[in-house]
């Protein structure tokens, strides 16, 4: 079965080799060539790194904490052992609220990233389509991270000739 499909899929990519034009390029080597975004990676590390040493900073302060509630419990009362605790989960929650804050899904990290390196990317990828045009590439292939389908000219795109065979329209 698994030689049947990639039989299928050679098959598939000789008969798209055949039917238009296309060339391949690698977008890691051209953003790494760049001196913007050079300098865009360079910040968000250092971004990314203060960020860190102020979560393992907060962390460390609860691990402290946690060490001396662990020494004294035996000599406390139920309602401070409570008290404790409390202050260890508050403060453990903190550090993780921040931690998700700057690097979770669409933290800090992420809107640096988005106003740094996005434009950069916007501007190779427009760079890309102009030289496919220019060049009457009907495809291009990036090989950086596996290949992909990077830009591929819009008159190829056969979704709405499948669509209307589902009977759907616009």
């Known amino acids: 079965m698994k030689k049947l499909v990639f039989a299928l899929l050679f098959l598939g990519m000789a008969s798209i080799a055949n039917a238009q034009r296309y060339c391949v390029i690698d977008s890691k080597y051209i953003l790494e ?3 913007d ?9 250092q971004a990314s790194q203060n960020w860190q040493q102020e979560i393992d900073a907060k962390m460390q302060e609860v691990d402290k904490l ?14 401070m052992r409570k008290k404790r605790e409390d202050e260890i989960v508050a403060k453990e929650k903190l550090a993780k609220d921040l931690q998700k804050q700057r690097f979770g899904y669409e933290g ?7 106003i740094l390196v996005k ?15 220019v060049k009457g590439y009907d495809l291009v292939l990036d090989k950086a991270g ?13 979704s709405e000739e499948i669509l209307k065979s589902l ?4």
Do not use: C
């Open 37 to 45: 975004y050079k300098d865009a990676q360079t910040r968000l590390d």
């Open 108 to 114: 800090d990290l992420y809107k640096q990233r988005q």
């Open 167 to 170: 009977g759907q329209t616009k």
């Open 146 to 158: 596996g290949v992909t389908i990077f830009f591929a000219d819009p008159k190829l795109d056969k």
């Open 33 to 35: 060539k760049l001196v």
């Open 66 to 79: 946690y060490k001396s509630y662990q020494a004294e419990r035996a000599m406390l009362s139920d309602e």
């Open 119 to 133: 434009p950069i990317q916007d501007k190779v990828y427009n760079a890309i389509q102009k030289y496919a045009g």
